[in-house]
């Protein structure tokens, strides 16, 4: 079985100061880890994707995440918040292969001060 | 990017009433759709895995005959909540699968919300 950890609920930045977001995983395989954006009102956002290549992965909008299998963990980064990033993240891990249904970490509620 | 769409975008019915929800594919085909549910301030969790032309496989605890789904085409996925009650007033979220050469990309519709009365 799989599993995501968001290990912070609720973060908060000012606007122009850099983004960190945490995840860590548990996995009994190479696993494809994902970062997903949700918007109030709006649908999932794929952010960006880990398929066991390169581990420092960059995604839309400046967001970037780099998996590290020595720690189990697939951080999210941003240097420079902007308001529009104001949104609700979710660190996700695939399925074995095969399965493709995704489990979701429990979320991390990024605000961003003006 | 890929498109998937949800129908309604929100309802209400009453106590005791079945209610239809669509997720379609608008510009790809997808032999494989995934409903999840999303409680207030809470993450996704997933309900069933549609599979076009087959039986629906459900995870633990979810009732498959409370929770009907069908699959009829490589475009649509109904979740039809039949006899629902308020705890069944949720965030329902579906997602269809995009296969590229040896790629598979999940994209999400925008989600259903229904509340019942």
């Known amino acids: 079985a799989q599993s995501v950890t968001q290990l912070d609920s609720h973060v908060s930045v000012s606007e122009g100061t850099p983004v960190l977001l945490r995840c860590n995983y548990s996995?009994?395989?190479?696993?494809?880890l994902f970062w997903y954006v949700q918007h109030p009102n709006k649908g999932l956002q794929l952010l960006l994707k880990?398929?066991?290549?390169?581990?420092l992965v960059k995604g839309i909008n400046g967001f970037e995440a780099e998996f590290k299998k020595s720690e189990t963990s697939f951080h999210l980064t941003k240097p420079s918040a902007h308001m529009s990033d104001a949104a609700e993240y979710f660190c996700v891990v695939s399925g074995r292969a095969g399965r493709r249904a995704l489990t979701f970490g429990s979320g991390t509620r990024l605000q961003v001060q003006p | 990017g890929a498109v998937v769409s949800q129908h309604p975008s929100w309802v209400i019915c009453k106590s005791g009433t079945s209610v239809k929800i669509e997720c379609r594919s608008l510009?790809?085909?997808?032999?494989?759709m995934f409903w999840y549910r999303q409680f207030p301030k809470q993450s996704l969790m997933l309900m069933a895995t549609s599979n076009e032309g087959s039986k629906a496989t459900y995870e633990q605890g979810v009732e498959k005959d409370k929770f009907l789904i069908n699959h009829a085409s490589l475009t649509l996925s109904t979740l039809t909540v039949t006899s629902a009650h308020p705890e069944d007033s949720s965030f329902y979220i579906c997602?269809?699968?995009?296969?590229?050469?040896?790629?598979?990309?999940?994209?999400f519709g925008p989600g259903t919300r229904l509340t019942v009365l």
């Open positions: 997602s269809a699968i995009r296969t590229s050469g040896s790629e598979d990309t999940q994209y």
């Open positions: 996995s009994s395989y190479s696993p494809s």
């Open positions: 880990y398929t066991s290549a390169a581990t």
């Open positions: 510009d790809f085909q997808a032999t494989t």
